[in-house]
Protein backbone atom coordinates (compact mmCIF):
# COMPACT_ATOMS: atom_id res chain seq x y z
CA UNK A 1 0.00 0.00 0.00
CA UNK A 2 1.20 3.85 -0.77
CA UNK A 3 0.04 6.55 1.52
CA UNK A 4 -0.93 9.68 0.60
CA UNK A 5 0.10 11.27 4.24
CA UNK A 6 3.90 10.99 6.21
CA UNK A 7 2.80 9.12 9.38
CA UNK A 8 3.35 10.95 12.62
CA UNK A 9 6.30 8.55 13.33
CA UNK A 10 7.89 9.82 9.96
CA UNK A 11 7.29 13.57 10.92
CA UNK A 12 8.72 13.14 14.07
CA UNK A 13 12.14 11.87 13.05
CA UNK A 14 12.30 14.41 10.08
CA UNK A 15 12.06 16.98 12.33
CA UNK A 16 14.20 15.80 15.16
CA UNK A 17 16.54 14.99 12.55
CA UNK A 18 16.59 18.25 11.41
CA UNK A 19 16.91 20.16 14.47
CA UNK A 20 19.84 17.78 15.26
CA UNK A 21 21.79 18.15 12.07
CA UNK A 22 21.26 22.09 12.28
CA UNK A 23 22.71 21.96 15.71
CA UNK A 24 25.50 19.61 14.66
CA UNK A 25 26.20 21.41 11.56
CA UNK A 26 26.47 24.88 13.44
CA UNK A 27 29.01 23.05 16.35
CA UNK A 28 31.00 21.27 13.96
CA UNK A 29 32.23 24.57 12.11
CA UNK A 30 32.49 26.37 15.30
CA UNK A 31 35.20 24.15 16.31
CA UNK A 32 38.18 26.08 14.40
CA UNK A 33 37.17 29.11 16.11
CA UNK A 34 37.34 27.92 19.42
CA UNK A 35 39.95 27.61 21.92
CA UNK A 36 41.29 24.64 23.91
CA UNK A 37 38.74 24.68 26.70
CA UNK A 38 36.50 22.48 29.27
CA UNK A 39 33.71 23.46 27.30
CA UNK A 40 34.84 23.22 23.61
CA UNK A 41 35.75 19.32 24.45
CA UNK A 42 32.29 19.14 26.29
CA UNK A 43 30.98 20.64 22.81
CA UNK A 44 33.39 17.97 20.96
CA UNK A 45 31.99 14.87 22.74
CA UNK A 46 27.94 15.88 22.97
CA UNK A 47 28.71 16.33 19.37
CA UNK A 48 30.04 12.97 18.96
CA UNK A 49 27.26 11.97 21.17
CA UNK A 50 24.54 13.30 19.28
CA UNK A 51 25.96 12.54 15.79
CA UNK A 52 26.10 8.58 16.37
CA UNK A 53 22.44 9.24 17.61
CA UNK A 54 21.54 10.57 14.26
CA UNK A 55 23.14 7.71 12.50
CA UNK A 56 21.09 5.18 14.66
CA UNK A 57 18.16 7.19 13.73
CA UNK A 58 18.61 7.80 10.07
CA UNK A 59 18.93 3.79 9.91
CA UNK A 60 15.61 3.46 11.31
CA UNK A 61 14.34 5.94 9.51
CA UNK A 62 14.66 4.86 6.31
CA UNK A 63 13.54 1.46 7.40
CA UNK A 64 10.11 3.29 8.09
CA UNK A 65 9.88 4.51 5.11
CA UNK A 66 10.61 0.90 3.39
CA UNK A 67 7.92 0.27 5.38
CA UNK A 68 5.44 3.12 4.85
CA UNK A 69 5.95 4.42 1.35
CA UNK A 70 4.19 8.07 0.67
CA UNK A 71 3.26 8.75 -2.56
CA UNK A 72 5.25 11.94 -3.90
CA UNK A 73 2.99 15.29 -4.32
CA UNK A 74 2.03 15.46 -7.87
CA UNK A 75 4.05 18.28 -9.68
CA UNK A 76 4.94 19.27 -13.01
CA UNK A 77 7.14 15.69 -13.88
CA UNK A 78 10.65 17.38 -13.52
CA UNK A 79 9.85 19.27 -10.78
CA UNK A 80 8.47 16.24 -8.87
CA UNK A 81 11.73 14.12 -10.06
CA UNK A 82 14.45 16.76 -8.87
CA UNK A 83 12.44 17.02 -5.50
CA UNK A 84 13.15 12.50 -4.84
CA UNK A 85 16.61 13.00 -6.01
CA UNK A 86 16.77 16.24 -3.45
CA UNK A 87 15.52 13.32 -0.53
CA UNK A 88 17.56 10.53 -2.04
CA UNK A 89 20.37 12.87 -1.25
CA UNK A 90 19.53 13.92 1.64
CA UNK A 91 18.78 10.24 3.22
CA UNK A 92 22.41 9.35 1.80
CA UNK A 93 23.69 12.63 3.91
CA UNK A 94 22.14 12.18 7.26
CA UNK A 95 23.61 8.34 6.70
CA UNK A 96 27.12 9.14 5.62
CA UNK A 97 27.57 12.97 7.53
CA UNK A 98 27.52 11.14 10.73
CA UNK A 99 29.53 7.82 9.71
CA UNK A 100 32.59 9.71 8.61
CA UNK A 101 32.31 11.37 11.67
CA UNK A 102 32.19 8.16 13.54
CA UNK A 103 35.17 6.59 11.54
CA UNK A 104 37.45 9.37 11.87
CA UNK A 105 36.82 9.53 16.05
CA UNK A 106 37.46 5.56 15.86
CA UNK A 107 40.20 5.54 13.72
CA UNK A 108 42.02 8.15 16.17
CA UNK A 109 40.88 6.11 18.75
CA UNK A 110 38.51 9.33 20.38
CA UNK A 111 35.10 8.51 21.01
CA UNK A 112 33.78 9.95 24.14
CA UNK A 113 33.92 7.89 26.70
CA UNK A 114 30.85 9.22 28.53
CA UNK A 115 29.18 7.56 25.31
CA UNK A 116 25.58 6.02 27.19
CA UNK A 117 25.41 2.99 24.96
CA UNK A 118 28.29 0.44 23.53
CA UNK A 119 29.58 1.46 19.99
CA UNK A 120 31.73 -0.60 18.34
CA UNK A 121 34.91 0.75 17.21
CA UNK A 122 37.88 -0.04 14.87
CA UNK A 123 41.15 -0.37 14.92
CA UNK A 124 43.95 2.96 14.56
CA UNK A 125 44.47 4.41 11.61
CA UNK A 126 45.68 7.69 11.19
CA UNK A 127 45.36 7.48 7.32
CA UNK A 128 42.37 6.58 7.82
CA UNK A 129 41.00 9.27 10.06
CA UNK A 130 42.77 11.51 8.35
CA UNK A 131 40.97 11.01 5.15
CA UNK A 132 37.77 10.41 7.16
CA UNK A 133 38.15 14.19 8.73
CA UNK A 134 38.50 15.54 4.88
CA UNK A 135 35.33 13.65 3.98
CA UNK A 136 33.56 14.64 6.86
CA UNK A 137 34.31 18.27 6.11
CA UNK A 138 32.76 18.03 2.55
CA UNK A 139 30.05 16.37 3.52
CA UNK A 140 29.79 19.18 5.54
CA UNK A 141 29.21 21.72 2.85
CA UNK A 142 27.21 19.43 0.78
CA UNK A 143 24.42 18.94 3.38
CA UNK A 144 24.48 22.42 4.02
CA UNK A 145 23.44 23.26 0.08
CA UNK A 146 21.47 20.48 -0.01
CA UNK A 147 19.47 21.54 3.16
CA UNK A 148 19.60 25.33 1.82
CA UNK A 149 17.72 23.59 -1.81
CA UNK A 150 15.16 21.76 0.48
CA UNK A 151 14.19 24.54 2.20
CA UNK A 152 14.15 27.21 -0.33
CA UNK A 153 12.20 24.81 -2.63
CA UNK A 154 9.76 24.22 0.47
CA UNK A 155 9.43 27.95 1.23
CA UNK A 156 8.89 28.29 -2.73
CA UNK A 157 5.88 26.20 -2.58
CA UNK A 158 4.30 27.51 0.63
CA UNK A 159 4.75 30.66 -1.74
CA UNK A 160 2.79 28.91 -4.47
CA UNK A 161 0.29 27.95 -2.09
CA UNK A 162 0.75 24.01 -2.84
CA UNK A 163 0.31 22.35 0.16
CA UNK A 164 3.53 20.53 0.16
CA UNK A 165 4.67 21.52 4.08
CA UNK A 166 1.31 20.88 5.15
CA UNK A 167 2.49 16.96 4.68
CA UNK A 168 5.14 17.39 7.00
CA UNK A 169 3.24 19.56 9.78
CA UNK A 170 1.22 17.63 12.50
CA UNK A 171 -2.15 19.00 11.74
CA UNK A 172 -2.84 16.61 8.31
C1 LIG B 1 24.76 14.27 11.22
C2 LIG B 1 25.77 14.30 12.02
C3 LIG B 1 26.92 15.24 11.95
C4 LIG B 1 27.01 16.49 11.39
C5 LIG B 1 25.95 17.28 10.63
C6 LIG B 1 28.36 16.95 11.63
C7 LIG B 1 28.87 18.16 11.18
C8 LIG B 1 30.17 18.57 11.35
C9 LIG B 1 30.76 19.74 10.73
C10 LIG B 1 30.03 20.68 9.78
C11 LIG B 1 32.05 19.82 11.14
C12 LIG B 1 33.09 20.87 10.73
C13 LIG B 1 33.94 20.30 9.62
C14 LIG B 1 35.13 21.18 9.26
O1 LIG B 1 35.48 22.10 9.98
O2 LIG B 1 35.75 20.89 8.22
C15 LIG B 1 32.30 18.72 12.04
C16 LIG B 1 33.48 18.47 12.68
C17 LIG B 1 33.70 17.38 13.47
N1 LIG B 1 32.86 16.31 13.67
FE1 LIG B 1 30.97 16.13 13.00
N2 LIG B 1 29.05 16.00 12.33
C18 LIG B 1 28.21 14.94 12.54
C19 LIG B 1 28.51 13.75 13.19
C20 LIG B 1 29.71 13.47 13.81
C21 LIG B 1 30.02 12.24 14.50
C22 LIG B 1 29.08 11.04 14.63
C23 LIG B 1 31.29 12.36 14.98
C24 LIG B 1 32.11 11.39 15.76
C25 LIG B 1 31.66 10.37 16.43
C26 LIG B 1 31.78 13.67 14.59
C27 LIG B 1 33.02 14.18 14.90
C28 LIG B 1 33.49 15.40 14.48
C29 LIG B 1 34.82 15.91 14.85
C30 LIG B 1 35.86 15.22 15.73
C31 LIG B 1 34.93 17.15 14.21
C32 LIG B 1 36.11 18.12 14.30
C33 LIG B 1 37.08 17.87 13.22
C34 LIG B 1 38.22 18.88 13.35
O3 LIG B 1 39.08 18.66 14.17
O4 LIG B 1 38.19 19.86 12.59
N3 LIG B 1 30.78 14.32 13.86
N4 LIG B 1 31.15 17.96 12.12
C1 LIG C 1 18.75 18.91 8.12
C2 LIG C 1 17.58 19.26 7.73
C3 LIG C 1 16.64 18.43 6.90
C4 LIG C 1 16.80 17.19 6.32
C5 LIG C 1 18.03 16.29 6.37
C6 LIG C 1 15.55 16.89 5.62
C7 LIG C 1 15.32 15.72 4.91
C8 LIG C 1 14.14 15.40 4.29
C9 LIG C 1 13.89 14.19 3.54
C10 LIG C 1 14.92 13.10 3.29
C11 LIG C 1 12.61 14.23 3.11
C12 LIG C 1 11.90 13.18 2.25
C13 LIG C 1 10.93 12.42 3.11
C14 LIG C 1 10.43 11.21 2.39
O1 LIG C 1 9.72 11.34 1.39
O2 LIG C 1 10.76 10.12 2.86
C15 LIG C 1 12.03 15.47 3.57
C16 LIG C 1 10.74 15.87 3.35
C17 LIG C 1 10.27 17.12 3.65
N1 LIG C 1 10.95 18.14 4.29
FE1 LIG C 1 12.81 18.03 5.03
N2 LIG C 1 14.68 17.93 5.78
C18 LIG C 1 15.31 18.90 6.55
C19 LIG C 1 14.80 20.10 6.95
C20 LIG C 1 13.60 20.60 6.55
C21 LIG C 1 13.08 21.92 6.85
C22 LIG C 1 13.83 22.97 7.70
C23 LIG C 1 11.87 22.02 6.26
C24 LIG C 1 10.91 23.20 6.24
C25 LIG C 1 11.21 24.37 5.82
C26 LIG C 1 11.58 20.76 5.60
C27 LIG C 1 10.45 20.47 4.92
C28 LIG C 1 10.13 19.25 4.36
C29 LIG C 1 8.86 18.93 3.74
C30 LIG C 1 7.68 19.86 3.59
C31 LIG C 1 8.95 17.60 3.29
C32 LIG C 1 7.86 16.79 2.57
C33 LIG C 1 7.99 16.94 1.09
C34 LIG C 1 6.91 16.16 0.38
O3 LIG C 1 5.84 15.95 0.93
O4 LIG C 1 7.15 15.75 -0.76
N3 LIG C 1 12.66 19.93 5.79
N4 LIG C 1 12.99 16.16 4.27
Do not use: E, G, I, R
Given at each position: MIYTTYSSLQKTLHWTIAILIIGLWCAGFSFDYLAKSTFKSFLVNTHKTLGVIVLFMAFFRIIVRIKHPVKAFKLPKLIEFMGKLTHIILYFLIVTMPLSGWLMATASQ???????IYIPGISYSKSLSKSMHMIHGYLGYAIAFFVLLHVGATLYHVWRKEPILDRMLFRS
Open positions: KMPSWFP
